[in-house]
C-alpha cells in the first residue's frame, strides 16, 4: 500500500507524482460523511446520484457507509464543450439520470468541485425534477478555484490548488484505480 507506484501506467513518469493523501485517511473522510448522511436521513429514502466517471469509486464506498436508510443509486455523466483558451465552453448531459426524483431526497455525489461549473449546472438540471430535497457531498473541494458562486453541502477535504489523481480521480482517463490520491508535480 505504501507504493503501488506498480499500478502506474508505462506513460506516467512516477516521479511527477508525489504521495498526497493515504488511504486510511480517505477512509476515515467516507466514513464520516457516510456517518453523517445516515443521521440526517435516518429511515427514509435517499437517491445518490454519482457524476461519472470521477465519482464511481467513492461513491462505492460512501454507499456502504450509509446505514439505516433506503439507498437507491442513479448515475449522470457530464461533458464539457467547446473549452477553449478564450471560452470556458458550455457543460452538457452526456447520460442523464433515469429515476423519478419527484419528492424524493436526491444527494449529488461528487469527487471534487473545480469551478464549480458542473454541478451549478447539474443543480438546475436536477431541481427541475422537483425533489423533496437536494444537496451536494464532495470528497475534495478547490474553494480557490472557484467561478461559480456554489458551495458543496458536505465536504471531506478542502485541498490547494493543485492537480491530483487517484480514487476516482484521473490524468487523462488514468489513474482512476490508485488507491492513495497523488498530486502532479509539473517538471518545470
Ligand atoms: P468544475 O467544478 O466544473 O470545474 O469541474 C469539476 C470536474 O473537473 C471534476 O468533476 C473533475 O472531473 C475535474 N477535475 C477538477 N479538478 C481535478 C483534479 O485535480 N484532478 C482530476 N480531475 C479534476
Ligand atoms: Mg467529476
Not at 461519472?52 to 464506498?61: E, P, R, W
Not at 469527487?111 to 437536494?134: C, H, M, N, Y
Amino acid at each position: 500500500m505504501n507504493d503501488e507506484k506498480n499500478k502506474f501506467p508505462g506513460t506516467f513518469v512516477g516521479s511527477q507524482f508525489v504521495k498526497y493523501i493515504d488511504a486510511k485517511e480517505i477512509k476515515g473522510i467516507v466514513e464520516t460523511l457516510g456517518n453523517a448522511l445516515s443521521q440526517k436521513y435516518q429511515g427514509q429514502d435517499l437517491v445518490l446520484i454519482g457524476v461519472l466517471k470521477g465519482s464511481m469509486i467513492f461513491l462505492a464506498d460512501l454507499a456502504r457507509e450509509i446505514k439505516g436508510v433506503k439507498v437507491y443509486i442513479d448515475f449522470v455523466r457530464l461533458q464539457a464543450v467547446g473549452r477553449s483558451k478564450e471560452n470556458h465552453g458550455t457543460i452538457m448531459i452526456n447520460k442523464d439520470f433515469t429515476t423519478n426524483l419527484m419528492d424524493r431526497n436526491v444527494v449529488i455525489v461528487e469527487e471534487i468541485v473545480d469551478t464549480g461549473r458542473a454541478l451549478s449546472f447539474l443543480k438546475k438540471r436536477i431541481l427541475l425534477a422537483q425533489p423533496r430535497s437536494l444537496e451536494v457531498v464532495t470528497l475534495f473541494d478547490k474553494p480557490y478555484k472557484r467561478a461559480v458562486n456554489i458551495q458543496p453541502d458536505m465536504t471531506g477535504k478542502k485541498i490547494d490548488d493543485q492537480f491530483i489523481i487517484g480514487y476516482g480521480l484521473d490524468l487523462e482517463d488514468y489513474g482512476r484505480n490508485f488507491e492513495q490520491v497523488y498530486y502532479l508535480k509539473y517538471p518545470n
